[in-house]
């Protein structure tokens, strides 16, 4: 399964920026998407999460900015990040836990996008 992430970029504080991710490959069935971040000299961190047919999970420090939706007739899934800060600078990456035609089920990560939020 490969995971494709596009849309980050360089925005000023209090902008907007919208990422993508897209899975292709082999895939049977995708039962969670999600977003996870990496800042300089951070772990990586859960950002929200979509389970096929069920509950969407947001980290605390959203507060409402951001949105995850998902288009699972192009196994894609979206990032909208509003009223963006400083802090949110960090390399985002893409998830799925997916199970393969070859009844294969893992945890599989796109190779990360960079948004930078200026002050």
């Known amino acids: 399964v490969q995971l494709q992430a596009s849309g980050g970029g360089l925005v000023q504080s209090g902008g907007s920026l919208r990422l993508s991710c897209a899975a292709s490959?082999?895939?049977?069935?995708?039962?969670?998407m999600g977003w996870y971040r990496q800042a300089l000299g951070k772990q990586r961190e859960l950002v929200a999460e979509?389970?096929?047919?069920?509950?969407?999970t947001y980290a605390d420090f959203m507060k409402g900015r951001f949105t995850i939706s998902r288009d699972n007739t192009k196994n894609t899934v979206y990032l909208q990040m509003n009223s963006l800060k400083a802090e949110d600078t960090a390399v985002y990456y893409c998830?799925?836990?997916?199970?393969?035609?070859?009844?294969?089920?893992?945890?599989?990560w796109g190779q990360g996008t960079q948004v930078t939020v200026s002050s």
């Open positions: 998830n799925a836990v997916a199970t393969t035609i070859s009844v294969r089920r893992g945890s599989f």
């Open positions: 490959g082999n895939i049977f069935s995708i039962n969670i």
């Open positions: 979509s389970v096929t047919g069920g509950t969407t």
